[in-house]
Every structure is written in structure tokens, then in C-alpha cells.
T-cell receptor, first 115, second 113 residues
Framework: DTGVSQDPRHKITKRGQNVTFRCDPI?????LYWYRQTLGQGPEFLTY????????KSRLLSDRFSAERPKGSFSTLEIQRTEQGDSAMYLC?????????????FGSGTRLTVV | DAKTTQPNSMESNEEEPVHLPCNHS???????IHWYRQLPSQGPEYVIH???SNVNNRMASLAIAEDRKSSTLILHRATLRDAAVYYC??????????????FGKGTKLSVKP
């Protein structure tokens, strides 16, 4: 297992188009998180799954955003009708649920540019 | 959400120890203290985490104050590859399992040769 994989690494899209990103977590990790990061800021939490259940969504996740994790393995994040303000790095992370606390493993991210 | 306070930036010389401070005066008794670092154009990388006791791993040491209101990440010998933004984060503990991580702006560490 080589860690958390995200695809694509870069995406340029025109305003108003839909985009979908994929995240493949570490296989034994049952939690999966999506974050967004703009230049000069720390990552902002969007949503997370435990297995296939979406347990929490941030207020940042507008109705144009939807995330799925259909079989508790990989996840997709879709943005509909993209806007220039959606330009950011989208990061995925995975972890185990563990009573002793557990480090999160992040992917390298998908950089979205909306033109 | 519990907040952390870190200096915006710090400088270090190569091969010298670095102590990165973090204040978290509103920490609750079950929050975990996490540290991550991020290199340009990469995702954050886990460094270390702890609850009450000091922790050591191959990357760094974490010193936690007795009252848990502050902590310090210690890099024993800084290298140029340690230049990154370091985030101190509190992970809330929900009934024994961690919640999501809330990032601040972190400390940008520069390492001089």
C-alpha cells in the first residue's frame, strides 16, 4: 500500500462545468476526510466518512458539492456548476478509528483551477 | 472547536535543534494534540501526536506541558528538508474516537544552511 492516492493531480475547468475528483485511501483505514486549501491558508475541513456513511459535513460544503464513498473504499468529490471561488487544492486523508488516537495520512491533493 | 496559537514564522540553522511552540489553553481533557507539516505543493504529513505524556518518534519529539495548555514540537537536528509549515492541531475525542482535524495557519519554519 503506497498511501493515499488522489486523481487527477491537476484539473483546469471552465466556470459552470462539473468536475469530479477521486480519492483512494489506505486500504485498512475506515475513515476518509476531504479538505480544501487555498493559498496561504491551512486546510479547511469539508466532510468525512466512516466506512460508507457520511458522518459530518462542514458549512463550507454547499449544495453544489457532493461526496460519496459507495463501498467504504474509494471516495469521490463532485463539484457542480464550478465557480472561480472553487479554485483550490482539494485534499483527501484517511485514518483508523482508534481509541488511542491515530495519525491521518493525506494525499498529495488535486489542484483545481476554474477559469 | 478548540483553538491553537502558533507563531507565524520561525528560523533555524541547519543541524541545530528547533523548538516549535503551540498554545492551546482551551484544550479539553480528552483532546489529542497533533502535529503535521506541509511542504509546498504537497499534502500535510503526519509528524506526531500525544495526549498527556511526552512522545518520541523517528521524526520528532512532542513535549506536553503538565496542564496540557501548551506543547512543543522538537526537531532534534534541523535539515533543509525540514523547512515547511508546521501545524499544531487539537483533535477532539468523541467517545473514544477522534474527530476531524481543524487546521490553523501554522508556523512557517525556515532552515538556513
Amino acid at each position: 500500500d503506497t498511501g493515499v492516492s488522489q486523481d487527477p493531480r491537476h484539473k483546469i475547468t471552465k466556470r459552470g462545468q462539473n468536475v469530479t475528483f477521486r480519492c483512494d485511501p489506505i486500504s485498512e483505514h475506515n475513515r476518509l476526510y476531504w479538505y480544501r486549501q487555498t493559498l496561504g491558508q491551512g486546510p479547511e475541513f469539508l466532510t468525512y466518512f466512516q466506512n460508507e456513511a457520511q458522518l459530518e459535513k462542514s458549512r463550507l460544503l454547499s449544495d453544489r458539492f457532493s461526496a460519496e464513498r459507495p463501498k467504504g473504499s474509494f471516495s469521490t468529490l463532485e463539484i457542480q456548476r464550478t465557480e472561480q471561488g472553487d479554485s483550490a487544492m482539494y485534499l483527501c486523508a484517511s485514518s483508523l478509528v482508534h481509541s488511542g488516537g491515530y495519525g491521518y495520512t493525506f494525499g498529495s491533493g488535486t489542484r483545481l483551477t476554474v477559469v | 472547536d478548540a483553538k491553537t496559537t502558533q507563531p507565524n514564522s520561525m528560523e533555524s540553522n541547519e543541524e541545530e535543534p528547533v523548538h516549535l511552540p503551540c498554545n492551546h489553553s482551551t484544550i479539553s481533557g480528552t483532546d489529542y494534540i497533533h502535529w503535521y507539516r506541509q511542504l509546498p505543493s504537497q499534502g500535510p504529513e503526519y509528524v506526531i501526536h500525544g495526549l498527556t505524556s511526552n512522545v518520541n518518534n523517528r521524526m520528532a519529539s512532542l513535549a506536553i506541558a503538565e496542564d496540557r495548555k501548551s506543547s512543543t514540537l522538537i526537531l532534534h537536528r534541523a535539515t533543509l528538508r525540514d523547512a515547511a509549515v508546521y501545524y499544531c492541531i487539537l483533535a477532539m475525542n468523541y467517545g473514544g474516537s477522534q474527530g476531524n482535524l481543524i487546521f490553523g495557519k501554522g508556523t512557517k519554519l525556515s532552515v538556513k544552511p
